[in-house]
């Protein structure tokens, strides 16, 4: 009975361990709204200063969270970031790197 069980508890490990091993590159970027965005090398991601909640949906995409805003990270085929945010009462926008 108990063996039915790991196979969960590994992915589950797996999953935890995969958000441990973000690889999010260094940026700087500004998003409409007076977002600053700061990210080092592997992580955290910054909003103003803040270090937000992050998600990690695929070694691409990752998402930041800040209070109400929300910062997207897509990591492009040729490994440069792309990032967007979604704000209060929708606002929404493509982040400009610096």
Known sequence: M???Y????AFV??????AANAKIP?????????????ADDGGPIYVNGKE???TVFNPNYYEAKVGHVTISLTI?????????????????GVCTLK
């Open 52 to 54: 937000g909640k992050l």
């Open 13 to 18: 490990l797996a999953l935890s361990a995969g």
């Open 2 to 4: 108990i063996s039915r």
């Open 26 to 38: 260094f940026f700087n970027a500004t998003c409409p709204g007076k977002l600053d965005i700061h």
């Open 76 to 92: 492009r085929p040729d490994g440069s970031p792309d990032v967007s945010y979604t704000g209060q009462g929708g606002a929404n």
């Open 6 to 9: 790991i196979p969960v508890a």
